[in-house]
């Protein structure tokens, strides 16, 4: 039975770090809130119920909230860069989008949000 790629989404995963390059961004921790999407193959997975088999989403983002909580980043750019690179590790992953929101960045709007996405070259 051939399978399509199993897409796994990290959906509203709210953290805070140092971001941005104004005065008080640099002094004060401030809310990212981080939506990922990462596609795998997983058919030995589906196959054989075995988690040696399958990308540990789990594992991924515990790197990422390390990553992010003990970092310090001028842009918004360079975080979902450092996000999104994270996510391609797994010699699996074919496709992986990073979206981050920096909620209150503007004063009238809810948040300003940034999104980059890799493809494996086949």
């Not at 809310?31 to 988690?51: C, H, K, L, R």
């Not at 990553?67 to 860069?81: D, I, P």
Request: with cysteine; aromatic share 8%.
């Amino acid at each position: 039975m051939s399978l399509s790629n199993a897409i796994i989404n990290i959906t509203n995963l709210r953290l805070r770090t140092f971001i941005g390059f104004n005065p008080d961004e640099m002094e004060k921790q401030q809310d990212v809130v981080i939506n990922i999407e990462i596609q795998y193959p997983a058919n030995q997975a589906f196959a054989d119920d075995n988690i040696e088999k399958t990308l540990n989403y789990k594992t991924i983002t515990k790197e990422i909230i390390k990553h992010v909580e003990e970092g310090r980043f001028l842009l918004l750019e360079k975080l979902v860069s450092d996000v999104l690179e994270i996510c391609t590790h797994h010699p699996w992953t074919v496709y992986a989008k990073v979206t981050i929101d920096k909620p209150h960045a503007l004063r009238f709007a809810d948040s300003v949000s940034l999104s980059l996405e890799w493809k494996k070259d086949r």
